[in-house]
């Protein structure tokens, strides 16, 4: 099957594209026939390292897109360089996300505008930005949204409040934006663990509530994204839960 032209091939815009999730989804888009818009914000080598291997598959496939999604200026810049570069934008994938601890009676206002801004506010004013394209293109938004947005987890709060309001967001831009934008969520379980923690006690008690008896892997999620963006034509506001079955336990 040959290769489509540049001004055919499908576009993802993919925040938080360098590393862990980000990144097997930039490969997995690219792998279906993408070219990929990869946001970064501070992960310079990293992203710079996936654009590099994603050039050598395909030429003038990549564009590199750094910002602070905190910073509201820069969330229509980038679709609007997105566009500027490619001529077109076919998926947006809300994929960037602040995971921190906020206990009761220790969080703070900056905390909550720290987790709110790349869990929840980003995503909808990239959502906005990229509706009259999405509309054009007759594309489709997927959210990475959290098994904690629908069961809490303690000391996480303010996490789980804006994952549950990416969430609703998932559902109700489903409402605003058909027929034309079809907008899901994938919630993933364990995937990979956060890197700053080490609590193996924890870690194998989750496991053990959940009944694959094991972590997912970023290209599970990838592929769950790309049948989303590309096969999954019928369906909108859903969420895909990817956990193992751990929704399943109490």
Not at 105 to 133: C, E, I, K, M, Y
Not at 153 to 175: F, I
Request: net charge neutral.
């Amino acid at each position: 099957m040959s290769t489509p032209a540049p001004a055919t091939r499908p576009v993802a815009l993919v925040t938080g594209a360098a590393r862990r999730i980000g990144a097997a989804i930039a490969r997995r888009l690219h792998a279906a026939g993408y070219d990929v818009a990869l946001h970064y914000r501070g992960s310079t080598d990293e992203a710079h390292a996936v654009a590099t291997e994603l050039e050598r598959a395909r030429a003038g496939s990549t564009l590199l897109l750094q910002a602070d999604l905190a910073h509201f200026d820069r969330l229509p810049e980038l679709v609007a360089q997105c566009v500027g570069r490619f001529g077109r934008l076919d998926a947006l994938v809300n994929n960037a996300s602040t995971f921190t601890p906020t206990p009761i009676g220790t969080a703070t206002p900056a905390q909550w505008d720290d987790v709110f801004a790349s869990n929840a506010r980003a995503p909808f004013f990239l959502a906005q930005a990229a509706a009259p394209h999405l509309r054009a293109s007759r594309g489709a938004i997927v959210n990475l949204c959290d098994l904690y947005a629908e069961r809490p987890l303690r000391e996480h709060t303010l996490y789980c409040m804006a994952k549950a309001a990416l969430l609703m967001m998932t559902r109700s831009l489903a409402l605003e934006l058909g027929p034309d934008v079809r907008v899901n969520a994938v919630s993933p379980g364990a995937i990979l663990w956060p890197e700053d923690r080490s609590d193996t006690a924890a870690q194998q008690a989750m496991l053990a509530r959940t009944p694959l008896g094991r972590t997912g892997t970023p290209d599970e999620v990838a592929e769950a994204v790309r049948w989303l963006l590309q096969d999954a034509h019928y369906s909108t506001g859903q969420v895909l839960h990817l956990d193992g079955g751990r929704l399943l336990s109490v």
